[in-house]
């Protein structure tokens, strides 16, 4: 109802926050991809913990991430199509 | 976007202008961070399924494994989804 006296933001303020929550987005996704593949790769890729990090198992994490990020497009992609087809069905 | 109860936006005052293109924005981001959740939820589990051991790059089989897995996820759900709503109704229509 009284929207109306929160809301004389100009221009300026408006790009403002836009460009924030862009950012903030961004951040959160990065993080939230960060999160995963550390977890995944720490799975996949450190059976035994030992002493420190080998080289075969820094190598395996180099390339886990890798793919996981391929897969990550690879799903984006495959949902991305779904979402379309359903769609054009409806 | 639904303009039939409203008055035109041009009569609006700029402050105003700028308050509407806001929430039109952080509507879009909203669904826009929604369907990135849910790649995110995808890739953790069909990783799970699809890949063994991660080499120099995915290989076809892979690749034919995650983009099906992310279909057939989709499938049960709506499977689930659907059939669930089924049996609700079949037991509120005993009443």
């Known amino acids: 109802m009284d929207s109306l006296s929160a809301s004389n933001i100009s221009s300026a303020q408006r790009d403002e926050l836009m460009e924030t929550v862009k950012q903030q987005i961004a951040v959160a996704n990065a993080q939230e991809l960060l999160t995963k593949m550390t977890e995944k790769c720490f799975k996949k890729c450190v059976s035994k913990p030992g002493a420190s990090l080998d080289s075969s198992e820094q190598k395996c994490v180099s390339m886990c991430m890798d793919r996981y990020m391929d897969s990550w497009n690879l799903v984006s992609k495959a949902y991305g199509e779904r979402i379309q087809r359903e769609r054009n069905r409806n | ?95």
Request: charged share 30%.
């Open chain 2, 1 to 95: 976007m639904s303009d039939l109860f409203s008055s035109s936006s041009s009569d609006l005052p700029a402050g105003l202008d700028n308050e509407k293109e806001l929430q039109e924005f952080l509507l879009v981001e909203r669904e826009k961070a929604k369907l990135q959740a849910q790649i995110h939820e995808f890739a953790d589990i069909c990783w799970d399924k699809c890949v063994d051991k991660p080499s120099t790059k995915l290989d076809s089989r892979t690749e034919t494994c995650m983009l099906n897995c992310v279909d057939r996820f989709i499938d049960v759900s709506l499977l689930i989804t659907n059939r669930f709503a089924q049996m609700l109704q079949k037991s509120a229509g005993g009443y």
